[in-house]
């Protein structure tokens, strides 16, 4: 990590052997490309592009055939505007609730034996294989009126709230849990023997190690959570200025024919999510170097 | 590492941009077939999922019929608008079977459909219904008409009139009702705002706010006689109010310009008084006048199950679609939309 950070800055003469072999080796492949590899970073683009480039552009293509106005109407309708912050907001709270919580259950499935790992490492990947609309039942009669627990958070926000947390739990368990695995608890241990307490082992071992997948499997939550509609539909209620997430509003403006307004709101959507992905990988870079 | 982080945040990019556009891109389904078999056609039917069982009554009738013998079907049944903006973009389709009719308008615009289409005695509609009130069993809350509605306590569930177009059948009733009776447009708005109040959900689409009233959220649900009837013939048990004041919901069907000829031959036997009696059988109004209506399983009176309300409004009377969607749903100035925004800062 530290060798390809430096790599770049440091001009090397050649003479200099480097000090980390696989640097030099990964910067040589990045700059030629033998035709195998050519071959496959053609591949790569085409399917990228046939799959996520092109459905991309077409969103920003139909959205700014309204021009700017698209834009702003969108964004001054005051019940959209609605709509998006509480989607927003929500996401970004699930997402902080499952770097913490995803983290410890990845933690707990890596270190820990204990009977029904097996079990837990199938059941968490529930809410990935679920159908929405079955996940959305699930909630409603977990948390609707005829609750068991007693309570009845159906067409509040806690609904959209643990209707994010329910869809969203798996990407961090999942990012994390094959990077825990690679790492050697020996290196813990020597860290203890050298004398670092058990909380300058996380800052200075165990986190620079695994913030880039923490921070892989916030995006992917975040990016889920901001675009989830199908367990809502049940579960929310869909009122406006209350529970009615971005997702509901795409619909809503599809449905009054209103195309343009609707790619708009998904481009905003997808400004967002980037700006959060760049974020997340801004400060999973300064926290990894932080060795 | 890198890689695989890079790799990881590829996919999330990924996964948005899949997202947003199945979010945008209509359900496009139903593999079409061509018809090549000796002796039968195939014709495409492109139609909202509740008439379902009754099409494919009507079907079963139309193939004894010397017109309907050889006819195989290929069905595609969703959401209305759904439907209607897939055959606009290129689903292949003979006949339609809409919920409304701007959704068929749609394909008169796309060119699909011929401008003549409401010509015919029945303007294009093949099944009536009314929009009615639906309530738990017993009728706890004692629910008796609109004005019920509205009393601290009542909880209503209504399809969103913003996502699902067929919703706006209920909110107009609930407006229209108040003039029928003699109220202005300014009590009208009132009472749609106290309505809205009480409204603690707005799920996606008629079906789906059945589902949350099953599952106990609400205690009241506005929905469509036809809708009441069919659940309670597949066994849901729970009780409806025609209201003495109520909107008739009017369904379209069409055929498309370059559909098979039998096609037309299916529409005239559904607008015929064999195909009407495998509507009603469903818990559909007839629009044929003199049908013979025999009893409905379902129905509140199975021998009686068409109560006439003592006022019957039509979307005729206030002004057709075009007018309907301008004045209340329109997103800036519409008399509903307004409304969520008073009542929704409110909460």
Same mark, same amino acid.
């Given at each position: 990590m530290t060798a390809s950070a430096v790599a770049p800055l440091v001009e090397r003469p050649d003479a200099t052997p480097s000090p980390n072999p696989r640097g030099r080796w990964r910067r040589r492949r990045t700059t030629s490309l033998t035709p195998v590899a050519g071959l496959g970073l053609g591949i790569t683009m085409l399917w990228f592009s046939l799959l996520v480039l092109i459905p991309l552009i077409a969103i920003v293509v139909q959205a700014s055939s309204g021009g700017w106005q698209a834009y702003w109407d969108a964004l001054t309708s005051p019940q959209t505007a609605a709509a998006l912050r509480l989607t927003v907001s929500q996401a970004l709270l699930v997402t902080l609730v499952n770097i913490v919580m995803g983290t410890a259950i990845a933690w707990v499935l890596v270190r820990d034996r204990f009977w029904g790992k097996q079990f837990l490492e199938v059941v968490i990947d529930i809410p990935f294989a679920l159908p929405t609309i079955v996940a959305g039942l699930v909630l409603l009669s977990l948390y609707?009126?005829? #609750?068991p627990l007693g309570v009845d958070w159906a067409n509040t926000r806690v609904a959209v709230f643990l209707a994010f947390l329910f869809v969203t739990l798996p990407f961090v368990v999942r990012t994390v849990q094959p990077v825990l695995l690679e790492l050697e608890p020996e290196v813990e241990e020597a860290a203890a023997s050298l004398g670092a307490s058990r909380y300058i082992t996380f800052r200075s071992i165990l986190l620079p190690a695994l913030a880039p997948a923490i921070t892989s499997g916030a995006a992917l939550s975040f990016a889920r959570g901001i675009s989830e509609y199908g367990s809502l539909v049940?579960?929310?209620?869909?009122?406006?200025? #209350?529970?009615?997430v971005a997702s509901v509003r795409i619909l809503s403006y599809v449905e009054g024919d209103k195309l343009t307004e609707a790619a708009a709101v998904a481009s905003i959507l997808l400004v967002v999510a980037l700006v959060v992905i760049v974020v997340l990988d801004i400060i999973s870079r300064r926290v990894a170097r932080h060795v | 590492m890198s890689i695989t982080r890079r790799r990881v945040l590829q996919a999330a990019a990924g996964a948005i941009a899949l997202g947003l556009t199945a979010t945008l891109s209509g359900c496009v389904g139903g593999a079409a077939q061509p018809a090549s078999g000796s002796g039968t056609t195939t014709l495409h039917l492109v139609g909202f999922a509740v008439p379902k069982e009754a099409n494919n009554a009507a079907q079963k009738k139309f193939a004894e019929t010397p017109e309907g013998k050889g006819v195989v079907w290929e069905e595609s049944y969703g959401a209305s608008g759904d439907q209607s903006r897939a055959v606009a973009n290129g689903?292949?389709?003979?006949y339609v079977n809409f919920s409304l009719e701007g959704d068929v308008s749609r394909l008169v615009k796309a060119g699909?459909?011929?401008?003549? $289409?409401?010509?015919?005695p029945t303007k294009g509609i093949v099944t009536d219904s009314v929009v009615v009130i639906v309530v738990p069993k017993g009728n706890p809350e004692g629910i008796k008409g $609109?004005?019920?509605?509205?009393?601290?306590?009542v909880k209503i569930i209504t399809p969103n009139p913003a996502s699902s177009g067929s919703a706006r059948w209920n909110i107009l009733a609930a407006y229209q009702q108040v003039i029928a009776n003699g109220g202005t447009e300014a009590e009208a708005k009132a009472y749609l705002t106290k309505f809205f109040n009480n409204v603690v959900a707005l799920p996606g689409s008629g079906r789906d706010a059945t589902n949350a009233f099953l599952q106990?959220?609400?205690?009241v649900l506005i929905s469509y006689e036809n809708e009441a009837i069919l659940a309670r013939q597949s066994g849901e048990d729970f009780d409806y109010i025609v209201p003495d004041a109520t909107l008739k919901i009017e369904n379209p069907a069409a055929v498309l310009k370059?559909?098979?000829p039998k096609a037309t031959d299916y529409l005239n036997f559904v607008l015929s008084t064999a195909g009407q009696e495998e509507f009603v059988a469903k818990g559909f109004r007839p629009?044929?006048? %003199?049908?013979p209506v025999g009893t409905v399983e379902?129905?509140?009176?199975?021998?009686?199950?068409f109560p006439v309300p003592s006022e019957l409004f039509t979307i005729g009377d206030l002004g057709g679609w075009d007018a309907v969607n301008a004045k209340?749903?329109?997103?800036?100035? %519409?008399i509903v939309p307004q409304i969520q925004k008073a009542t929704g800062k409110s909460q």
């Open positions: 609707g009126p005829s #609750s049940l579960l929310s209620g869909n009122l406006p200025y #209350s529970t009615e | 689903l292949k389709a003979d699909l459909v011929d401008a003549s $289409w409401q010509d015919g $609109w004005d019920d509605l509205v009393k601290p306590g106990g959220s609400g205690n370059d559909a098979n629009v044929a006048a %003199g049908t379902g129905a509140n009176d199975p021998a009686k199950p209340f749903f329109d997103e800036t100035s %519409g």
